[in-house]
Every structure is written in structure tokens, then in C-alpha cells.
């Protein structure tokens, strides 16, 4: 497949045909960052045990802050980028590109050096038991730094695929998904070093990735050039908004994971939080084979918006749309049908308990599975279309503010239901939501507002 640097087809080409070219290699590299996390949960659950998978699952809502953190500027300066780009701005693109990349060094730096100085403080706040900290501090010490070329990494990846460069994008992806692997192998089941193992296996492979993505930063071809003198400061919190609702996303679902672990602590213990660790690896993996059409639709919809061409930034969201709901019935199926065989992925045979758990907290809530992509793309279009508040509102609603409100509800006055059903819930309550606020910021609506705000800035 060759590539090119500047892609006149995402203005001009067949809709289909564009939106898999861009899509399937999202696709493929969000199944190698799928695969990895899989692979340290494989090796985590079978080889340390279900105290280590637990342990791992209390961090998780403090890496989604930090991960909340960098695709805001992924996300939001790949769409203020995409526009400029559209509309034959490069400089002005590669000015975000670098401003985007500089800030998110500054927070991840920033972020590992203070959670390092307060570990303790950081345990507490994520409710941690005092018999798992050991486990938390073993991991957390090397995962801390390990993050920062994984942050790094993942703003680099969005505006190399803007770029015209999916496939190195991708081969970036699957690089460092072999490297994980292959380094999960060695450092936990050869070496023996356990938990510290898996977090400084995914720290080198990150390494790997980043190294490859830089490949093409350094060579120059395409339109983004990244000179860290450009970046302009005074834009961060610009480029920031406009990635707003992948934040709200993130940080939204760490503080669901929050206060899903809290209940499930009280009732059903550390088996319990082991067990819904198995559930979540289901719906993370869902979810990024979801972005993998909603990554393509960021670069695709930014670019004709620039253009101004609502009726293909139309088609492209019917097409991305389509291609959404014909993954969720697959993943509601497995979810439903083969939820056992899920679970034993995860959890060694001789911890029944745990399987059992994950099995029967799978099957309440794979109805999420039927519409969380539909919701995924609703809200990418939205931000793609500079719509920022309206995209957080549905984001807001649908990771937060009913799966955590529904959450204490049903632990309080139905504690014979599961309370993992709000998850669920709030998807199908929050479908009819996006759908709306969709209706009312059409293409045409979008477009009409740009050139508006252009003709303004123009006569000022």
C-alpha cells in the first residue's frame, strides 16, 4: 500500500473507500494496543495471581486521568490541525502539531515526579486495602515512568496518521504490541520479576513504538514539522478544548472504575475487583476497535469541514456509523455466548470463584456492547465538527454522570441487582441524547458556522 503525504482523496475520493483506507489501519493498530494490554492481563492473572490483577485494576482509574490528559491534546490538536490543513495552512498545523507534543511532555513529566514523591498519598485516594498496597507499590514504581513515552507516544500517533501516514501509524502500534509480548515473557514468566516485569515490559515497548513514530517526524516529508520554537503557549487551552470530550471520557471512566471499585470492595472483596478486571479488559477492547473508526472520522471529518463540504462529512458518518453497529452485535455475542471462556483467558482455573464472578458480571453488561460504539462516533463527530461543549455533554452523561449516579442508586435501594447494569443503562439512555444534539449541529449548520466565523475574523 503506498502512501501519501498530502491526501487529496480525503477531499475527493470514494467515501468507502477512503474512510477503510484510513479506518482499517486504525483498526489494526488499536488491535495491537488491545493485544498488549490483553497480553500484561494474561500474564498478570496466570503467572502473579488474582491479588496482582486487582492491584493493577485500583491503578486504573489514575492511569485514565493521565491517559484523559494526553488524548484531550491528541484529539483536539489533530482536529484544529486537520481544519488548517484543509484549508492549506500547513505552518499554522505544524504549530499546533508542536505546541500539542510540548505540552504533553511537560504534563507527563510533571504528572510521574509528583506521583512518585506521594505514592501513599495516591494509594489512599483510590481506595486502596493496606494488604495490596505492596503489590500497588511493586507495579506503580516502574508504571509511573513507563507512562511517559506511552503519553508521548499517543499524541505523536494522531497527527502522524493526519499526516497522510496510517500505516506507519499502524505499523508503530503493531511494533510495540510484538515488543510487549515478547518482553511480558521474559520479564514475568522467564525472569520471574512479576509485576515490575509486566510495567517495564510495556515502558521499553512504548520506547519501540515511539522510536518508529519518530521516523517520520524526523524525515521531514510530510506537512507537519515539528520545531518546538513554534509552539505557541497561548493556544494550549485551545487545543485542549477542542479535544474536551475524549478527556471527559477518560477521567469520567476512572471515576466510575472509582466508585465500581469501592462498592465492589465492600461486597465482594479483592475477588471481586479481580473479577470485574476481566470485564473491563472486554470493554476496553471493544472500545478501541470502536476509535478505530472514530480516529479515521477525526482526520476525515476535520479536513471536509475545512473544505466546507457538509454533504461528505454526512456520508462519512453514516458509513462510520454503519461500520460501528455491525461490530457491537459481534462483541454483544461473545460477551453473552462465551463469557466463560473470557473469564478463563484472565483467571487461572484453580481461582473458580473469580471466574464464576466474571463470567455472570460479563453477561449483565453486555447490552453496553449494542450501543457504546454508536456513542463513541456520535461524540467524535461532534468534536470533529468544533462543537466541543456539546460533545462533553454527551461524553459527560454517558461515562460519568449516569453510570456513577445509577451505580450508588442501585447499591442502595436494589442491592439484590447487580449494580454493574448502569453501565449499560446509561448507554442506551444517552443514545437518544447524542442523537439529538446530532440533529441539531448538522453538517450544514457546522459548515454555515465556520464560514461565518471566518467572514467575522476576516472583517476584524
Known sequence: MTESVSDPRVLTGPALRVLLNYALPSLVGLIAISTASLVDGVFVGHFVGPDALAAVGLLVPYFTLLFGAALMLAAGGTVRAGRLLGEGHAGAASAVFSTSVLAVLVFATSAALLSSAFPDALFALLGAPADLRPEMH????????????????????????????????????????????MLDALFVVVFGWG???????????????????????????????????????????????????????????????????????????????????????????SLM???????????????????????????????????????????????????????????????????????TLLRSVSPL?????????????????????AAGLLALGRTLVLPAGLMLLLDARAPGLPFVLALPLSEWAMLATGALLCSRHSPARCVERISSLEQREALA
Open 195 to 285: 509485576l515490575p516485569g509486566a510495567a517495564l515490559s510495556t515502558g521499553l515497548a512504548q520506547l519501540i513504538q515511539l522510536a518508529v513514530l519518530a521516523h517520520h517526524v524526523r524525515s521531514e516529508n510530510g506537512q507537519l514539522r515539528l520545531r518546538f520554537r513554534s509552539a505557541e503557549w497561548r493556544n494550549v487551552g485551545r487545543i485542549a478544548f477542542g479535544g474536551i470530550a475524549e478527556f471527559v471520557n477518560e477521567v469520567s471512566t476512572g471515576i466510575v472504575m472509582l466508585v465500581l471499585n469501592f462498592l465492589m470492595l465492600a461486597r465482594a472483596g479483592v475477588d471481586g475487583v479481580a473479577a470485574y478486571s476481566v470485564v473491563g479488559y472486554a470493554i476496553f477492547v
Open 289 to 359: 476497535l470502536y476509535y478505530g473508526v472514530a480516529d479515521a472520522l477525526h482526520v476525515l471529518l476535520s479536513q471536509n469541514l475545512g473544505a466546507r463540504n457538509a454533504p461528505r462529512i454526512r456520508r462519512f458518518v453514516e458509513l462510520g456509523l454503519g461500520c460501528v453497529a455491525v461490530l457491537s452485535a459481534l462483541f454483544f455475542g461473545v460477551a453473552w455466548g462465551f463469557a466463560e471462556y473470557w473469564a478463563a483467558v484472565f483467571v487461572a482455573s484453580s481461582s473458580e470463584e473469580v471466574l464464576s464472578r466474571a463470567a
Open 138 to 181: 511493586s507495579y506503580f514504581r516502574v508504571a509511573t515512568w513507563s507512562l511517559l513515552p506511552q503519553l508521548l507516544g499517543l499524541v505523536v500517533y494522531y497527527f502522524v496518521r493526519l499526516d497522510g501516514r496510517p500505516v506507519l501509524a499502524t505499523g508503530a502500534l503493531v511494533a510495540g504490541a510484538l515488543s510487549n509480548l
Open 369 to 389: 456492547f449494542l450501543v457504546n460504539g454508536l456513542n463513541v462516533v456520535l461524540t467524535v463527530y461532534l468534536a470533529s465538527m468544533q462543537r466541543p461543549a
